[in-house]
């Protein structure tokens, strides 16, 4: 039932990003029009989404939740980093390719499958697992990408997005609430995070000339490992480990730190790849197709967990 209700929820995301894509190729915005879009998104919405999240009573019941989440986001994130060198040693790829392995959209993506399936309760602990994620972004993935051996803290503890979740956990942890008018607009900007991510995505699809593919004929090894290989591994580890008897609603906590972690690749990969100097094109094609397949991937290892 609820690889069939996350088929039906990430069927109706792929709408929003055909009408992204339609608005583009109808010549009434351009691709690159996205940015602002994306600004949005990164500067007022995710930081929305990340302290309203936290909007909760504490109890004794969600902190021994919010601990299983921080533990799951731990293993989940540390086995595909682990797991994604290993693949580029064996599978001789390049940086772009390891990260795009490594690092899921765990975001944009599924914060609001959480949001639709589970209700608005359950993406605080989306957050947890976005939070680590987002630090992991900025030291490992970045040196990765770079080749630089140097972390930029003070990047690391200006993002908005760190300092919008850690505000979040102090309003949690000392159970203070904004004020109604604040908090309410903070949901109401929180609620269109899936619209925009996924227009932006459409918008991003337009101008990508699909015929390049062909260039990329390695393209398969990442597509393949970010979206099966590495998805049944962390499905077997899931499933096996034990972890879900560690807190209340474990199997659910669970089923979410997994859809976080087999979701398509990061777009921070393209955006690094950007900064870099490394193959942006290539990180964005992987990205596109990956996005693409997810609708049928996704469920069918939510299927393989719940068997």
């Given at each position: 039932?609820?690889?069939l ?6 069927a ?12 583009v190729?109808?010549g009434i915005l351009k691709?690159?029009?996205s940015?602002?879009?994306?600004m949005?998104l990164?500067?007022i ?7 309203s ?11 021994q939740m919010?601990?299983?989440a921080?533990?799951s ?7 595909c980093?682990?797991l994604?060198a290993?693949?580029a ?6 940086v772009v390719?390891e990260?795009?392995?490594q690092?899921p959209n765990?975001g944009?993506?599924i ?8 209700g608005s309760e359950w ?6 697992y ?5 630090i992991?972004?900025?030291?490992h993935a970045?040196?990765?990408i ?6 930029s ?20 942890i000392f159970?203070l609430?904004l004020p109604?008018?604040?908090g309410s607009?903070f949901s109401?900007?929180g609620d269109?995070?899936?619209p ?6 459409g918008?991003?699809m337009a101008g990508?000339?699909?015929q390049r593919l062909?260039?990329y004929?390695?393209?398969?090894k990442?597509?393949l ?5 590495l998805p049944?591994?962390?499905?077997c580890?899931a499933k096996?480990?034990?972890l ?21 690749s990061?777009?921070?990969?393209t955006?690094?790849s950007?900064?870099f100097g490394?193959?942006?094109l290539?990180a964005s094609l ?5 996005m693409?397949?997810c609708?049928?991937?996704?469920p069918l290892?939510?299927?393989?967990f719940?068997?």
């Amino acid at each position: 039932m609820l690889n069939l209700l996350l088929f039906q929820q990430i069927a109706k995301l792929f709408i929003l990003i055909f009408l992204g894509w339609a608005i583009v190729r109808a010549g009434i915005l351009k691709s690159e029009d996205s940015k602002t879009l994306s600004m949005i998104l990164l500067y007022i919405i995710t930081p929305c989404v990340c302290i309203s999240g936290f909007q909760v009573e504490r109890t004794a019941e969600n902190s021994q939740m919010v601990e299983l989440a921080l533990l799951s986001a731990l293993v989940m994130n540390g086995l595909c980093i682990l797991l994604g060198a290993l693949a580029a040693r064996l599978f001789h790829l390049d940086v772009v390719e390891e990260a795009s392995i490594q690092y899921p959209n765990a975001g944009n993506l599924i914060i609001p499958l959480v949001s639709f399936i589970f209700g608005s309760e359950w993406v605080m602990y989306v957050t947890v697992y976005a939070m680590i994620q987002t630090i992991l972004d900025w030291t490992h993935a970045r040196i990765l990408i770079s080749g630089k051996r140097k972390i930029s803290l003070r990047d690391l503890i200006c993002n908005v997005n760190i300092l919008a979740i850690m505000l979040g956990l102090f309003l949690f942890i000392f159970q203070l609430r904004l004020p109604t008018v604040i908090g309410s607009a903070f949901s109401m900007a929180g609620d269109t995070i899936g619209p925009v991510a996924m227009l932006i995505i459409g918008m991003l699809m337009a101008g990508i000339d699909m015929q390049r593919l062909r260039s990329y004929r390695q393209i398969w090894k990442p597509v393949l490992l970010r979206l099966i290989v590495l998805p049944v591994f962390l499905v077997c580890v899931a499933k096996y480990s034990g972890l879900a008897a560690l807190a209340p609603h474990g199997e659910t906590l669970i089923i979410i730190s997994l859809l976080s972690a087999v979701a398509p690749s990061a777009s921070i990969v393209t955006q690094f790849s950007q900064m870099f100097g490394r193959d942006a094109l290539y990180a964005s094609l992987i990205n596109t197709v990956t996005m693409l397949l997810c609708i049928i991937t996704m469920p069918l290892m939510i299927t393989l967990f719940q068997m």
